[in-house]
Structure formats: C-alpha cells, structure tokens
C-alpha cells in the first residue's frame, strides 16, 4: 500500500459525508476535505523519489547553478521562459526542493484560480477532488514538468477566452509555448474553436463539424494514415533535438504507438459522460457544457493525429487534462444534486485504486 493512501482516503470519506449535508458547515467541510486529499498527493508528488524524466530535468537544473544567465541563454534553443525560471530557481538552491515546491504551487495555485473562475466554492473543491488523483493532473506535475506548467497556462487561456473573449485570453496562450513549446500544436484547435462557436453559425452544427473532425481524425490513425498527414511537421522539429523523438520509430523505446482501442475509448468518455448527464436535473446548455465540449472535441484530435508517435499520450493530455474539469462543469450546468453524490462517489472510489495501481508509482515518497 502506498504510504499516503490511508489519510488520502480519510479525506476522501470526509469530502463524501459533507456532499450528504446541505449546511453551509458541511460544505466547508468538503472544501476542507478536499484540499486535504490534494494536498497529501502534492506533498508526495513534492517528496518523491527522483527518477526518469524528473532525473533529467533536475540535473539541467542542477547544471544552471553554475552557468551566468549569458551562458544559459545561449544554451537554449527552447522553453525560454522555463530556462530562465530554472535558472533564477537555481540561483537560490540546487536541492531537488527548489525546483519541484515552486513548480508544484504555481500549477495548483493557478488551477484553482482558474476553476474558481468558473465554478462556486464547493464545485471548485468537487473538481479538486477529482484531480486530486487523475493521472494527467499529477503525472505533470511530477514528471512532465514543462508540458504541466504550460497546461496550466492553457487552461487559463480557455477560462479566459470563455469569459473574456479572443483578445483578453491571447497572453496565456503565448505564454504556455514559452514553456512547452509544445503547446503550439493547440493553436489550430484553438482558432478553429473560436472560430466555429458562434450564434450566427449554430451551436449545434459547431459541435457536430467539431465531432465529424474528430471522427475524421480516428479514422486516419485507425488506418495508419496520420503519419503521412503530419509529416509535413517533422522538418519543423529539426529545429530542437528534443522533439525529433516523435518522429522516429516508437518501438526503439518500448513503446506502443499506433491506434489503440483502449485510449480511444478513454478520449471518448466526456461524451457519454455528457449524454447521462444530459438525462439528470435540467440537462445541458450549449452556452456552458456546449462550449468546453466543443473546445475539448478538437482537442482531442491532436492524440489522433499523433498515435504514430513515441509517447503519444503526451500530445493526448492536452485534451486530457481538462476532463475533470469539463465534467465539473457539466454538473453545475445540470443542476442535479443526486448526480453530483453518485460522480464524486464513484470517483473516490476509482481516485483510491488509481492512486494504489497507477497514480502512486509515479510519486513514491523519499521522507
């Protein structure tokens, strides 16, 4: 058993019993509950055994202790902004604790803020919940360090956008590339979002163009296509060595690339998610749960067209990453109380063996 499993799930059993209760006590107490169980994930995920990818990344970090800033930004040919904050980090301290605390703050911070923009108190500690233990939450936090801070960055982008529009929402998304660049690859589904979402153009046919691009999408990695399709990109990937990776031969890693059933199945679980809670409370609006559906269906197109490829399920998580979330706000848009309970149940329940059988190999803890 992992060692923070017991307290994890402590708090898990306390966040269920105030979601019972309808006094403004008991929701505190789910607020409480909640940001207890994450913060015992975190604290783990901020102690754990250094090894893989968060080997690499701290011994670049290690490394900038002894660069001037001249040095280290002749060093980078990318991630500018993550050079530089490794570099100010290191400036401080190289233990592990300097770089991984900082990195670990600034994501959780900003994903509350982002989700409290959002959702209420208590839904923002619901979807706390559900991130506490969801595998694309923690694992880039604790390993994909880049790819996780530009996430966060992005999902700010998208909350921004929804709010505030195109312009108000156009630093965050320059930002994220600054750190993972990376997240340029959302950019289309982003334009293509924003341009489809429009009442002149009609909810309805935005969300079944967006659908009948995903499909599309499936079908090319289904039958082998989209390597062709995207090979156009992999000129552009010369132009840092860490991204000719995802254009050579994914078996030379021992890893399964091409089209799998299993993770075409998981892209597609918002959508019945979406279509049980289309039956519960008041059901859906295109204005809300339309929106972040649409926006997460061309999102999910990137895995599609990148199944080819070594470590596929990177480009995956930046759809994946806001599944808790979008679910979220599909149970505030429904209204229903009784399925809000059965999501949250069925989560801690599945957060529990996630974390014993998948989450908590990534962050074993070293007290």
């Known amino acids: 058993m992992h060692p923070v499993l017991p ?38 995920a901020t102690f754990r055994e250094i090894k893989g990818d968060t080997w690499r990344y701290y011994i670049v970090f290690a490394q900038m202790s002894d660069l001037s800033f001249a040095q280290m930004w002749e060093l980078t040919d990318n991630n500018w902004l993550f050079a530089v904050t490794n570099w100010l980090l290191a400036q401080l301290g190289t233990h592990p604790l300097w770089l991984f605390l900082p990195v670990t703050l600034f994501c959780i911070v900003l994903t509350r803020y982002s989700l409290r923009q959002l959702l209420g108190p208590t839904s923002t500690a619901v979807a706390i919940i559900l991130y506490s233990a969801y595998p694309f939450f923690v694992f880039y936090i604790a390993n994909g360090i880049k790819q996780g801070i530009a996430m ?21 998304f ?23 979402w429009r009442s002149q153009f009609g ?3 935005a969300l079944s ?16 296509y989209n390597k062709d ?19 050579m031969e994914a078996s030379e890693f021992g890893y399964k690339a091409g089209f799998r059933l299993d993770f075409t199945i998981f892209s597609l679980l918002p959508f019945a998610l979406a279509a049980w809670l289309r039956t519960q409370g008041r059901g859906l609006s295109y204005q809300l ?8 269906t061309l999102l999910a197109c990137l895995y599609h067209l990148f199944s080819f490829a070594p470590f596929a399920d990177r480009f995956a998580g930046f759809g994946w990453y806001l599944i808790p979330a979008i679910l979220v706000i599909m149970l505030v848009d429904c209204g229903s109380q009784q399925a809000r309970r059965k999501v949250v149940a069925a989560f801690a329940v599945l957060n529990v ?4 059988f998948y989450t908590g190999y990534s962050i074993r803890v070293e007290f």
């Open 229 to 247: 399709a995207m090979s156009f990109l992999e000129s552009y990937a010369q132009f840092s060595r860490s991204y000719e990776v995802y254009f």
């Open 353 to 356: 063996l996630i974390f014993q």
């Open 7 to 44: 307290l994890y799930s402590v708090f898990l059993a306390l966040a269920l019993l105030g979601l019972r209760m309808s006094r403004p006590e008991d929701r505190t107490m789910v607020w409480l509950s909640a940001w207890g169980a994450m913060s015992v994930v975190l604290v783990a």
């Open 209 to 224: 163009l967006s659908f009948g691009i995903m499909i599309i999408c499936v079908i090319l990695s289904a039958i082998g």
């Open 174 to 196: 320059l930002l994220a590339p600054m750190f993972h660049t990376g997240a340029t690859l959302v950019f289309p589904c982003i334009i293509l979002h924003w341009l489809f």
């Open 203 to 205: 909810y309805r046919r």
């Open 152 to 172: 966060v960055l992005l999902f700010q982008g998208y909350v921004t956008l929804y709010r505030l529009g195109l312009k108000r929402s156009v630093v965050w």
């Open 289 to 296: 749960s339309g929106w972040w559906i649409n926006l997460y």
